[in-house]
């Protein structure tokens, strides 16, 4: 496409489809016309890959999962549909911002973190492998909260980014499906029909997700949750004005709002509601796309794999046994045969607080069949393996592990470690019956997002050295490893990093009011705030290092600037504390005179995919601290590292694959393994001991104690203290001694800048394979088992 045809086709839609002229058009009206404009060429493309799934016959795989953390769409879809030229081109000759445009574009932050994140990072791989595929969600009206501080604390504003149009889905009022909840069963013999006392309808919402070179498209397509009788007539003409709207306004609260609680189970009803929601509708869709090309429910497994991200929609299995043997009349077994080797299931935590289970009460109550057809299910893996006692029915409540586990020929970790914890832990007895069940597929990022997009002068540089095959075999990167030893090409690496350096500076600076020395190492440390993800070990080295700088200003230290970004859960009072903790902590230390040359802490509110995209390729240290054992993967250590960061980190999740890659000797490694901390754990007193022989631990904590950072409410951060010297589950003073040894390499090291930079680029050149298409080929041959469509190169024609 030329510039000419770019201009003209972004006018036409400015016109025809915004209603705006030139003269009166926002930079939001020029936005969605360039996104018509894009979207033009992408809808060709999709249907062409639509066309050929059915044309070929070709098994497809859903990807079911309750968050998609997507992010912005038009620059993603302007790279991988290679339009950057024309459409800057064209941005210039209509005298338009192109950043301006770009940061226009609200966050689709259907999903809270890594799950989600992963999800919408499996969508572009599969688009770009040319792997049918479609990707079913939630439409949440408001997605994750917008996080704002208000005297350091944090405050949640609701997201609105349904508020004004949005470019990217077409509504299809015709794939409309209802969902029943409650009511009675009425059996007869082993079968049973449903009669549920309240139905809503779900509305499908489909966004195009195009691969790298516009070689192939699939679907996302989120649901919308509406009521069965929209607006009540009758009773507004009688003057019940308020009643008249009630069922839309109860069937809507179901499509309302993500849940903001990452790692934590609420067992709230809507949750339960939401789940199945958006199970049910996808399954129908499924099985209607499939009864429509085929007649003989058998061959599903051939044509469809189900992946279900987490336990979130595990009710597919019993959703699935019920329509195939109660509505479709297949023998029971039979059916629960059918259902498992067509579905498999990704564990993402072995965090016990975050293992879904729903009482049996209300479960009974909402969906009474499926409650049934969950004991028969019970009943027959008991049979079938002789057992007695591993039943996802138990104690009261339905432990969705457990029933995903049974329901799924394959279930997966996110990272070795994680894998082999699933082994011996959760999973341990169900592991020991089915020892072929749980494989590991470690988790990948998308490069074209992640470092394509994100860091234009790294991509170039390497572009302009291995050429552009990296972008869809990221493997190449490896060729990057001769020119590390090159200092000419090493100082131009340097200089990429440092430009993005202050780019960030420049932002700092202009939205936070705080201004940092783009030669300081920049130390970042973003993803949800959580205890066991350790952002308080960093603030406590982060205020041992002020400490030490104050004790002796003049010593030549190590200027640093620590970059915090994450959201807490609102009801997580300690994480919470964390986030304020950390603010007051930049108010006082950004401030001091002594040591505001060496420290600075800068806290951006509202960490979401756009910030980690502004904030990654500027940084020096990657923080990945988790107490091991507890982080299944991570996928921002991945990230980091791609964008040429070192890392500073535990022994966990995909951490340990990271160090492999990288080589131990460029990988900032300090603390306890997993195995470790759960012995040490268990000895009384870990916590106590560890500070008795840490003065340098004893006085950050004493310190923050004694309100230091909060002298007009000294007891501010009791709740952190306390529980750090009393029971600290998490090691962090345990821990914290062998991390303040591995930041004081960190230091030393970054004083040797081209050796620095060496290991950097060594990153860069041997984290390829991290990348999500690695991770999409795995799921393919060990868990789906399907191929991809050869794709035709549409660049070179
Ligand atoms: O999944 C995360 C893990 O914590 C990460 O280690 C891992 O890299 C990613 C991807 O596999 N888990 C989550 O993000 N979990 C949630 O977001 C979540 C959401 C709702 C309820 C429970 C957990």
């Known amino acids: 496409m030329t510039s000419a045809e770019m201009k003209a086709a972004i006018l ?150 349904l508020n004004q149009a949005h470019a990217w889905e077409f509504a299809r009022p015709e794939v409309s499906i209802d969902i029943g909840f409650g009511g009675h069963v009425q059996e007869i013999g082993s079968r049973a029909n449903w009669y549920p006392s309240e139905v809503l309808i779900a509305r499908a919402h489909d966004t195009p997700v195009i691969g790298w070179k516009g070689r192939w498209g699939n679907t996302l397509r989120l649901w919308e949750a ?49 789940e199945f929601f958006h199970t049910a509708a996808s399954i129908r869709d499924i099985l209607r796309r499939f009864e429509s090309e085929y007649d003989d429910l058998r061959l599903l497994p051939k044509k469809a794999a189900i992946q279900i991200n987490d336990t979130h929609p595990a009710i597919a299995g019993p959703e699935l046994v019920r329509i195939l043997h109660d509505e479709r009349g297949i023998d029971f077994e039979e059916a629960v045969g059918i259902a498992r080797n067509t579905i498999s299931y990704t564990n993402h935590t072995l965090l016990p607080e975050a293992l879904e289970t729903w009482g049996e009460a209300r479960m009974g109550r909402l969906l009474p069949r499926h409650m049934q057809l969950i004991d028969r299910i019970d009943d027959l893996h008991r049979r079938e393996t002789g057992t007695h006692d591993l039943n996802a029915h138990h104690d009261g409540k339905v432990h969705m592990g457990t029933l995903g586990f049974i329901m799924a020929h394959k279930v997966n970790g996110v990272a070795a470690l994680h894998t082999e914890l699933m082994k011996s832990t959760v999973f341990k007895d169900l592991h020991e019956l089915h020892p072929e069940k749980i494989v590991n597929e470690t988790n990948g990022v998308t490069p074209r997002r992640w470092l394509l997009s994100c860091n234009p002068r790294l991509s170039s540089l390497i572009t302009d050295s291995i050429g552009d095959n990296w972008v869809d075999h990221a493997e190449d990167l490896k060729k ?98 964390m986030v304020h903790l950390a603010n007051d902590m930049a108010k006082v230390m950004n401030s001091d ?64 694959e990271i160090r492999e890659l990288v080589g131990a000797e460029n990988f900032f490694l300090f603390g306890m393994t997993a195995e470790e901390v759960m012995t040490h754990r268990a000895e009384a007193g870990h916590a106590a001991r560890a500070i008795a022989a840490d003065p340098r631990l004893a006085r950050a904590l004493e310190t923050i104690r004694s309100g230091g950072f909060s002298p007009e409410e000294p007891g501010r951060y009791h709740m952190i203290t306390d529980n750090l010297t009393h029971h600290d589950y998490f090691m962090v003073c345990s821990d914290f001694t062998d991390y303040w040894r591995a930041q004081r390499d960190v230091d030393a090291a970054f004083a040797d800048k081209a050796e620095w930079a060496r290991v950097a680029a060594l990153n860069t050149a041997r984290t390829g394979w991290f990348s999500s298409d690695r991770t999409i080929r795995g799921y393919m041959r060990d868990v789906w088992d399907v191929e991809a469509a050869p794709l035709v190169d549409l660049a070179a024609e």
């Not at 069965?228 to 709002?257: I, K, W, Y």
Request: charged share 30%; proline share 4%.
């Open 12 to 161: 036409h839609h400015l016109v025809y489809t915004q209603g705006k002229d030139a003269v009166t058009a926002k930079t939001y009206d020029w936005r969605m016309a360039l996104s018509y404009a894009v979207r033009d060429k992408i809808v060709d493309r999709w249907f062409e890959a639509t066309r050929r799934a059915y044309a070929e016959k070709r098994k497809r795989v859903y990807y079911l999962s309750l968050e998609f953390l997507i992010g912005r769409l038009l620059k993603d879809a302007i790279i991988n549909m290679r339009l950057e030229e024309s459409v800057l081109d064209a941005l210039k000759d209509l005298g338009i911002e192109w950043e301006e445009i770009i940061e226009d574009e609200p966050d689709a932050a259907l999903g809270n973190g890594g799950l989600g994140r992963l999800a919408a990072c499996f969508m572009e791989s599969q688009a770009t492998l040319g792997l049918p595929a479609m990707g079913y969600g939630i439409r949440y009206e408001n997605g994750l909260f917008r996080q704002r501080f208000e005297d350091g604390r944090q405050v949640e504003e609701p997201e609105d980014w």
């Open 593 to 656: 005179p002594l040591t505001s040359r060496f420290l600075k802490v800068v806290f951006p509110p509202n960490y979401n995919v756009s910030l980690a995209e502004r904030l990654i390729p500027a940084a020096d240290l990657s923080e990945q601290i988790s107490t091991a054992g507890k982080e299944a993967s991570g996928t921002g250590n991945m990230k980091f590292s791609l964008n040429g960061a070192l890392t500073i980190g535990t022994l966990d999740g995909a951490n340990v």
């Open 480 to 577: 990057l490893e001769p020119f590390t030893e090159d200092a000419g090409w090493i100082e131009k690496f340097t200089a990429a990093k440092h430009a993005n350096k202050v780019d960030l500076s420049n932002w700092i600076a202009e939205t936070l009011e705080i201004s940092v020395d783009p030669d300081s190492i920049f130390d970042i440390q973003v993803k949800r705030i959580h205890e066991y993800k350790r952002q308080h070990m960093n603030l406590l080295e982060t205020i041992a290092y002020w400490l030490e700088i104050r004790d002796n200003p003049n010593a030549g230290w190590t200027p640093r600037v620590k970059i915090f970004g994450g959201k807490a859960f609102p009801n997580y009072i300690y994480a919470k504390e």
């Open 226 to 274: 509406r009521p069965m009788h929209g607006f009540d007539l009758a009773r507004f003409n009688r003057g019940d004005h308020t009643a008249a709207a009630e069922p839309e306004a109860m069937a809507r609260t179901l499509s309302r709002v993500l849940y903001p609680d990452d790692h934590t189970e609420q067992g709230k009803e809507l949750r339960l509601k939401q």
